[in-house]
């Protein structure tokens, strides 16, 4: 995991399907999970999808709350 992704979890959104416009920090774990199922996009958004699968599986989401502070 690499901490500078942490942040653009905050920042970056859901570019298209059912949960466009949403930030990925708040995509629901079951939309993640079909993401890890049936393969993550290619590049920073995969990446970032991947990302926020392990938080959301391992229960880590609080992870996020100190950023979502500043």
Partial sequence: MDSRHLPLLLEREMPYGKYQGRKIADLPG?????????GFPRGELGQL??????????NLRG??????TR
């Fill in 63 to 68: 992870l996020l709350d100190p950023l979502r």
């Fill in 49 to 58: 999808l991947a990302l926020m699968y392990e938080l959301d599986h391992n």
């Fill in 30 to 38: 079951h939309y993640l999970g079909w993401f890890a199922r049936e």
